[in-house]
Structure formats: C-alpha cells, structure tokens
C-alpha cells in the first residue's frame, strides 16, 4: 500500500518580508523561500500601504517553483499569519495579503484555512529548530524590528499559544536602536547584521550607553540619542555598534532575569530578527545560564521573518 506525502503550507507577510513554507506530516522542512521587501538607501522603515503593494506584487514568485518539490494535490491545509499578536484587536493591513492568497489557495486545492499570528509563528518555528519541546509554560522574548516584549508562553495544543506580555520596552524597540543607528552610520536598512558584524569586530573599548531598566521594562529612546549624538561627533562607528548591542544585551539580561525571578520559570526561548545577533548570543547565554536560567536560541536563519512556523501550527493543528 502506498501511503501519499501529506503537505502543510504557510504563508507571513509581515511589515518586511514575504515568507511561504511547506512542511510535510514529520515536520521535515520541504520547501521555504521568501524575499526582503525594499526599502530605499537612508529610509527607515515602510509606510504598511507601501509593504503591502510589495507583497502583492512578490508574493506570486514564491510559489513559481513549489510544484518541483510537491504534488500541490496534496496540500492538507494551508495557515496564514492573519496578525501580529493572538489578542483581540491585533491587527496590522500588511498581512491580509497572505490572508487573501492563503484563503484563495484552499479554496482552489479544496483543503482547510486557517490562521495564526506573526508571533506564534517565530515562537513554533523557534521551538522547532532547536530540537526539542519546551516545558507547558516558558518564557519567550520577542526582539525584533517592531517589537521587543518578554512573554509568558503556554501551550494550547493545535491551537498555538497563550500569550502574556511580561515586560519589554516602553519605548521603542530593540531593533529600531539597532536600525535608526545604523541608518544613521550610513547602513541599508534593515541594518542589523551589518551593525551586529561590526560589533563583533570592533576592539574593546570604554565608550558605553546608558542601561535604563526597571523591573521587566526596558528604555532604549536615552541610548539611541546618546549614540547619535557620538555620531555627529564623529566617533568612531565599530565603538558605537559595539555600545548598541551592549547596551541591549545587559539591558535584556537585567529584564529578562527579573522576569524569571518573579514568574519561577526557568526556559527562555529568543526569538526575532534581534535574536540572530551573534554579540546578543554570545552575552545572553554567558550571563543568563550564569543566573541557572535556561536559554534558547533557534537558528539564526529562522529567527527573521519566515513562515515556517505558521506552516507547523497548521499541521499541529490538524493532530
């Protein structure tokens, strides 16, 4: 008897990139491809209804290859990421665009829809990579370019994740420091892998920025004006890469130790583009394991935008 591959396929478009994934029944990764939406040299961001015509116009590409990896006949379900967070009221235009594709897919190829969040998504894709399953209950920090939040994560079983925020910035985010300093060092944005390689490289130094926490809550605004401030003086730019990501490393090891400390979980799982940040991986897990706290790094290539976990969560759904 010939048993037919079953196929799981993910659509995300979140505010920077295009992501489509296809997982098969044993969660063996079958095909991924996505694509980095533009954004014009000195610019730091995209308005949503500028994102939002990109992926209209990139997201039929990724599929142009896809029948040479599967029968499409045997798509099972197709999951969108339909929002950036799972709560009431979440909502962002830039993903109804998988959204409206994923809903057209089923109706095609006659198989379930449905949908998930931007951030369940890093937190399955996460969880996966690094091979094994996290404890009901753990702590998850989402860094990223338009977020950075301590969380509390607990399991629904097929029905992704219950998610509390627990601290995180009240200002801007990690990755908007990274971004709007790197952008201002004369970076393509997004510019964290340029900072973050300039970080490594840069020698040690005695020029620091400012760490400002208080319990689980972080502010980055004093650092990031202190650090362009050191620009238009002409400091030297490995210095202040170097700074920024020292200052978010310690920042995030303060917060995220009291935040362990006052819920008694011990598991953290980094997800997010930030968290691909060699300097961040290398402080965190010295520091934190220091503290008997559990830390977790996905893949540094799951941790930007994908859809490879909105592709899992449909297949966990259907178990």
């Given amino acids: 008897m010939i048993i037919m591959k079953q196929y799981y396929l993910g659509i995300d478009t979140s505010n920077y990139t295009t992501s489509v994934a296809i997982i098969d029944e044993k969660e063996k990764l079958i095909y991924e491809n996505r694509k980095l939406l533009e954004v014009k040299k000195g610019e730091r961001g995209l308005r949503q209804s500028d994102a939002l015509f990109q992926h209209v116009l990139t997201i039929p590409a990724l599929f142009e290859n896809i029948s040479k990896y599967i029968d499409c006949r045997h798509i099972k379900k ?3 990421s339909s929002r ?3 709560v009431e009221g979440s909502y962002m235009p830039v993903f109804s665009v998988g959204v409206s594709f994923g809903k057209t897919l089923a109706h095609v190829l006659n198989c379930p829809y449905v949908e998930f969040s931007h951030q369940e998504n890093h937190i399955k ?7 094994e399953s996290l404890g009901e209950r753990f702590i998850a920090v989402h860094t990223s370019g338009g977020t950075t939040e301590i969380l509390g994560v607990e399991k629904k079983h097929g029905r992704g994740y219950h998610i509390q925020i627990l601290g995180g910035t009240k200002d801007i985010s990690a ?3 990274i971004d709007r300093i790197g952008v201002k060092l004369g970076l393509n944005f997004p510019a964290g ?12 130094n005695d020029f620091s920025l400012p760490v400002s926490v208080k319990g689980s809550h972080i502010n980055f605004s004093g650092p990031e004006t202190m650090a362009a401030r050191s620009i238009e003086k002409h400091m030297d730019a490995g210095k202040v890469a170097k700074a920024v990501f020292q200052c978010i490393s310690v920042s995030l090891e303060k917060a995220v130790a009291h935040t362990c400390a006052m819920t008694g979980l011990k598991q953290v799982l980094m997800i997010g583009g930030v968290a691909s940040s060699t300097y961040l991986r290398k402080h965190l897990n010295k520091s934190l394991r220091k503290k008997n706290i559990q830390i977790y790094f996905g893949d540094a290539k799951y941790c930007t935008d994908h859809a490879i976990g909105t592709a899992l969560l449909g297949l966990e759904n259907n178990l």
């Fill in 78 to 80: 197709v999951s969108a």
């Fill in 84 to 86: 950036p967070r799972p």
């Fill in 193 to 204: 892998k340029y900072l973050d390689g300039m970080a490594e490289a840069a020698e040690e």
């Fill in 125 to 131: 894709a996460a969880e996966w990579s690094i091979g």
């Fill in 175 to 177: 990755g908007q420091l």
